[in-house]
């Protein structure tokens, strides 16, 4: 049996992010790949769309300017032939301000002859934004008294 796709992608993912060698991403990332992270692109602005092989390697390079992975754990995950979809949590620090990031999130990836063709990334916004910009953010619920 061969390893599945997604855990070389997600090796070779965390070398680029933390130790900055994009050779073996590279080498993993289809030249036509469709990628998007939803999530909040002023804050984060390599949040967002892209497509080509370029245009991704350029967000992969810019997450590495900006955090470092401390750890994730995956909560929950489906493997099909070609496919992948996981529930993760991630504890990264942002580097310009040595900040600490708990962070959630879901992905939906594609391969194609072992190359990732499409990733859809979805973050829990809510935690993101409230510890990023340090202020929590409230409930605008309002409780009507009789």
């Not at 070779?12 to 909040?40: K, M, S, Y």
């Not at 995956?74 to 070609?82: S, T």
């Not at 600490?100 to 879901?106: D, E, F, N, S, T």
Request: aromatic fraction near 8%; charge should be neutral.
């Amino acid at each position: 049996m061969t390893e599945h796709s997604l855990w070389r992608f997600s090796r070779a993912l965390h070398r680029a992010i933390n130790e900055r060698q994009f050779n073996e991403i590279d080498t993993l990332i289809d030249e036509d790949v469709d990628w998007t992270i939803h999530g909040p692109v002023d804050l984060f602005p390599f949040f967002g769309a892209r497509r080509g092989k370029d245009a991704v390697l350029d967000v992969i390079r810019q997450i590495a300017d900006r955090v470092r992975v401390h750890r994730f754990d995956r909560e929950a995950i489906m493997l099909g032939l070609e496919s992948a979809s996981s529930l993760l949590r991630y504890s990264l620090t942002m580097l310009d301000t040595n900040k600490p990031l708990r962070l959630r999130l879901a992905h939906f990836a594609q391969f194609k002859e072992g190359r990732l063709s499409s990733l859809r990334i979805l973050i829990d916004n809510h935690e993101l934004v409230e510890q990023a910009v340090c202020l929590p953010i409230r409930s605008r619920m309002v409780s009507v008294s009789a």
